[in-house]
């Protein structure tokens, strides 16, 4: 029986060996990523917390969840670290047998379900700051409206991404072949159409509200372009929904290696939610 420590985890194509040593690697790359991302919610979550305790003297339900979601984040940049080290950006037959069942896909598939509750929190996050902002009547119908969608995606996402397979295990433990999955390369795209859906729900909510205050035009426009600025998050998803479309279409047979575009794009968009849920709060900080 082979050493599944020395046994790469596919056969190279014809003419090509293994290496295990010194490969080709992109890996590098996801590190620089995370390095970035981290150091930007760092920095835009920290002066919302400054600026709530400090200045404004008042901390909420929206800043209690907007800390949560980068706890979580930064729990997600660890799983997102270690797949580089266990594989990510590599070819699949320069990494073992056994890094990549079950250690890679294990690790892969409970940053996917990080991914959801991190993105969860973020959003409930911005409903929870509408909420205080604008205690009107009329709004709170569509309030609810956007925190039942938000919620039912969100948990939805969260279940789907843990139990995808019965068992569970089958998920990252190849060996176990009386198993049944649901289509995840669906999953994918549908988890990525539902996210955009739900960034413009909660992107377009505000914007009727504040153009009925009492404001000057000047005013008005500052606000609409402070609560917009969630708009950046909604392309940054559209690119990695596409990115997913991309390695959908090219095949995943070489999954360590055609993955990290993905994971890079998933973290970017987490991270950039995370910085525009905290813009509306920063004003007083200026």
């Known amino acids: 029986m082979s050493d599944p420590s020395t046994t790469p985890a596919r056969m190279p194509p014809p003419g090509v060996t293994s290496n295990f040593i010194n490969p080709v690697n992109t890996g590098y790359q996801q590190t620089i ?11 835009f979550v920290g002066t919302r917390i400054y600026t709530r305790i400090k200045l404004v003297k008042c901390v909420s339900w929206d800043d209690y969840l907007i800390i949560l979601a980068a706890l979580v984040f930064y729990a997600e940049v660890g799983c997102f670290q270690y797949i580089v080290q266990v594989g990510l950006g590599r070819h699949l037959w320069d990494v073992s047998a056994e890094r990549f069942s079950p250690t890679f ?6 940053g996917a379900m990080i991914y959801s509750v991190c993105m969860l929190l973020t959003k409930m996050s911005i409903l929870m700051l509408y909420r205080r902002l ?12 956007c925190v039942f969608c938000t919620m039912g995606y969100g948990l939805g996402a969260i279940f789907s991404s843990l139990f995808a397979c019965v068992p569970v295990r089958a998920q990252w433990d190849l060996t176990i072949s009386a198993s049944r999955c649901i289509n995840k390369q669906a999953f994918y795209i549908g988890n990525g159409v539902m996210n955009i859906i739900t960034d413009l729900m909660i992107l377009a909510l505000p914007i009727p509200i504040v153009w009925r205050l009492t404001l000057e035009l000047r005013q008005k426009i500052i606000l609409s372009v402070v609560f917009t600025l969630g708009s950046i998050s909604c392309v940054i998803s559209l690119v990695r929904l596409l990115s997913i479309v991309t390695w959908i279409r090219v095949g995943n047979s070489d999954i360590t290696y055609t993955l990290q575009p993905i994971v890079a794009w998933s973290e970017i968009e987490l991270a950039a939610c995370i910085i525009c849920a905290n813009a509306p ?4 900080f200026f």
């Open 134 to 145: 604008f205690p009107i009547d009329n709004f709170r119908y569509l309030w609810w409206m």
């Open 281 to 284: 709060c920063l004003r007083p």
């Open 105 to 110: 896909l294990e690790v892969w598939t409970f």
């Open 33 to 43: 990523c995370n390095v970035l991302c981290s150091i930007f919610v760092a920095i």
